[in-house]
């Protein structure tokens, strides 16, 4: 199977099976290798794609070039997203950025966090009694973590469900089997709402400057490294990064979780009896199925990997997936392992590109699932057409999973 669109479009359950199928195969014969798609490369293995990570000068995250002229407002937002720009601008925009994002910001989420989690299962319960049906994403993970940034930045509660909207938007820009740079129809119609998103919250940056409160918007307009701060195009791209680093692993990794465990009953009942095991079973649905599956860099020169020469100017994808099932570096890779150390998982990327927001990540997870399970005698999710999968290819995990929640009397 290499037309990823069509994979795209298989049932849950197919799919999965296709897509590690395509991946095991090709990581059997070769570490990296060119893809059907013109100008891309496919990396397999794991020490390849650690070597692809790691190294920003010949494997580049700036792709800011390929934005056409006339979509100006879209490379200025895209200024402040320090996962799409290489050093020395990477550097100083991420050390403002972390200056304000801190490990002491992340922990005080805690309390806010399990709150806004109980809230919600509250809300469900309430209306619909003591086996109630939900959608896992739509109606709890999903507008915990969307809630969770926006409080982060201090958008105004009326205003979270736009921000869940915006981030869903943003995360459907890309055609679905896609591994190259986005076409310029999908740039077309992310710009519009990159437009209006940019005014709301140019809007509400300078509001923070005039008027700073308690919050990362607040700490953004005020940081400084050096003499340096951030305008507020540059706090735009910082807020959109985010939205979709900030939202989709958590409420992806999230509802994995969730279908992991049930699909493996053992593991859920070890976690249910010893809930100081559920950060080890997050660490391994990370590896064994995490939300992005992919992360793409292109060429400044012809490089040197597993062998092969790739052309400058070459995109590269690292499939994260398929080096997370790498034999050479985990033993029996296709086994769920909750006792397993998968402190080598590359899902939240490495080296300088490591995402700062991991953390709230693990942090959100955790929360959810703690209270999913303390709430629940048990969670039946369901198995037919009703689930609802991300399109992307680079996403592997549900927009939509309907369950029953059977509350503890």
């Not at 669109?5 to 049932?11: D, M, Y």
């Not at 607040?218 to 939205?243: K, P, Y």
């Not at 997936?321 to 034999?327: T, W």
């Amino acid at each position: 199977m290499t037309d990823f669109a069509a994979l795209t479009r298989l049932p849950f359950d197919r799919r999965i099976e296709e897509f590690f199928a395509y991946l095991g195969g090709r990581r059997e014969v070769e570490a990296v290798g060119e893809s059907r798609e013109p100008g891309v490369w496919e990396v397999f293995r794991h020490d390849e794609a650690v070597q692809v990570l790691g190294d920003f000068r010949t494997f580049s995250s700036d792709m800011n070039h390929f934005i056409p002229e006339e979509q100006r407002q879209l490379a200025r937002a895209a200024r402040g997203n320090f996962v799409g720009i290489d050093p020395p601008d990477h550097t100083q925009l991420r050390a403002i950025v972390s200056q304000a994002f801190s490990p002491r910001v992340t922990a005080a989420l805690e309390p806010r966090i399990a709150l806004i989690a109980e809230r919600l299962l509250d809300a469900v319960v309430e209306e619909r009694g003591p086996a109630a049906p939900l959608d896992l994403v739509g109606e709890f993970a999903g507008p915990l973590s969307a809630i969770v940034i926006a409080e982060l930045f201090g958008i105004p509660e009326d205003d979270h469900p736009m921000i869940s909207e915006w981030a869903r938007a943003l995360l459907g820009s890309r055609p679905a089997g896609e591994l190259s740079v986005a076409d310029e129809a999908a740039m077309r119609n992310v710009a519009d709402l990159v437009r209006r998103a940019s005014e709301y919250l140019v809007h509400h940056i300078r509001e923070r400057r005039a008027r700073p409160q308690d919050d990362l918007t607040s700490r953004l307009a005020t940081a400084e490294v050096d003499g340096q701060t951030l305008d507020d195009e540059e706090i735009v791209g910082v807020i959109g990064m985010f939205l979709i680093a900030g939202y989709l692993p958590a409420s992806v990794l999230t509802a994995n979780t969730v279908m992991a465990l049930d699909e493996h009953p053992a593991a859920l009942a070890e976690v249910r009896r010893d809930p100081e095991l559920l950060p080890g079973a997050i660490e391994e649905v990370l590896r064994w199925r995490p939300p992005l599956v992919r992360d793409q860099r292109l060429t400044t020169c012809d490089a040197e990997l597993g062998g092969r020469t790739i052309p400058a100017g070459s995109m590269v994808c690292v499939w994260l997936a398929s080096a997370h099932r790498d034999p050479l570096r985990f033993e029996n890779p296709d086994t769920f392992d909750i006792r397993r150390n998968s402190g080598r998982h590359l899902a939240f990327g490495k080296g300088i590109h490591y995402c700062l927001g991991a953390p709230l990540a693990r942090l959100e997870t955790r929360i959810a699932m703690e209270t999913l399970l303390r709430r629940s005698a048990r969670v039946e999710i369901a198995r037919d057409s009703s689930v609802e999968f991300h399109e992307s290819i680079g996403v592997l995990g549900p927009v939509r999973l309907p369950a029953t929640l059977f509350t503890r009397r």
